[in-house]
C-alpha cells in the first residue's frame, strides 16, 4: 500500500507519468525537492502579488493627487475668468492642460502592463514634481505680482487705502488703513473708501 519508489523518468515532463496510476508515481528525492521549489514559488508568487496591490494602491493615490489638484486648480482659475477675472484664464487653462497630460501619460503606461509601476512611478515624479509645481508657482508668482501692482496702483491713487485683491472665494477686498485714523475725517474716509470696495453681504 502507499506509494512505491520506482527509478525516476529522465524528465519531469515525462509523457509516462501521465499513464501511471497514482498510486504508482515516483516519489524519488528529486521529486520532493521540485515540489518543495513548486510550493516556494507559489508562496514567491503570491507575495508578489500583494506587493503589487499595495502598488497598484499607492500608483492610484498618486495618479490622483498628480490630477485632481491641477483639475481643481484649473475649474477654480476658469470660473474666476467668467467672473471678470480676464488674468486667470491662461492659469486656468494651464492647469487644465496638465490634468491633460497627466491622464494621458497614465493612459499610455496603462497600457503597457508590464512595466506600469516603473512608468508610473517614473511620470508621476516628472509630472507632479515638474509640471504641476511649476504651474503652480508660475501662477503663485504671477498671482502675487498683480496683487502688489494692484495694491501700489491703489496706493498710489489713495494714499490713506491699500485695496489688496485676492482670488477666489475671498474675492473682496480687504482694506487695509493706514496710520490708524488718526483723525475723525481719515476714519469717514476710509469707512466711505471700504463700504466702495467691500460688497454688501448676501442674506
Given at each position: 500500500?502507499?506509494f512505491?519508489r520506482k527509478p ?12 501511471m496510476?497514482?498510486?504508482?508515481l ?11 521549489t513548486i ?9 508578489m502579488r500583494?506587493?503589487?496591490?499595495a502598488?497598484l494602491?499607492?500608483f492610484?493615490l ?9 483639475f481643481v486648480l ?13 488674468e ?16 494621458i501619460?497614465?493612459?499610455m503606461?496603462?497600457r ?7 512608468q ?13 509645481n511649476?504651474?503652480i ?7 502675487g505680482?498683480?496683487?502688489?501692482w494692484?495694491?501700489?496702483?491703489d ?8 485695496s ?11 482694506v487695509?488703513i ?9 476714519w469717514?474716509?476710509?469707512?466711505m473708501?471700504i ?9
Open positions: 500500500a502507499g512505491q525516476f523518468p529522465n524528465s519531469w515532463f515525462d509523457p509516462r507519468l501521465a499513464e496510476p497514482p498510486e504508482n515516483p516519489l524519488p528525492d528529486d521529486m520532493v525537492r521540485m515540489q518543495g510550493l516556494i514559488q507559489d508562496l514567491h508568487a503570491s507575495a500583494q506587493e503589487m496591490s502598488q494602491f499607492r492610484a498618486r495618479l490622483a493627487a498628480a490630477v485632481l489638484l491641477p484649473g475649474i477654480i482659475l476658469i470660473a474666476e475668468w467668467l467672473n471678470d477675472r480676464g486667470f484664464l491662461i492659469f486656468g487653462a494651464a492647469m487644465l492642460a496638465v490634468t491633460a497630460f497627466v491622464l501619460r497614465a493612459m503606461a496603462w503597457n502592463n508590464a512595466s506600469i509601476w516603473k508610473g512611478e517614473r511620470i508621476l515624479m516628472r509630472v507632479r514634481g515638474g509640471v504641476s511649476a504651474g508657482c508660475t501662477y503663485t508668482a504671477v498671482s505680482i498683480w496683487y502688489a494692484s495694491a501700489f496702483e496706493y498710489r491713487e489713495s494714499p490713506g487705502v491699500i489688496v485683491r485676492l482670488p477666489g472665494t475671498f474675492r473682496h477686498h480687504l487695509l493706514r496710520g490708524l485714523f488718526n483723525t475723525e475725517a481719515d469717514e474716509q476710509a469707512t473708501q463700504r466702495q470696495h467691500v460688497p454688501p453681504a448676501v442674506p
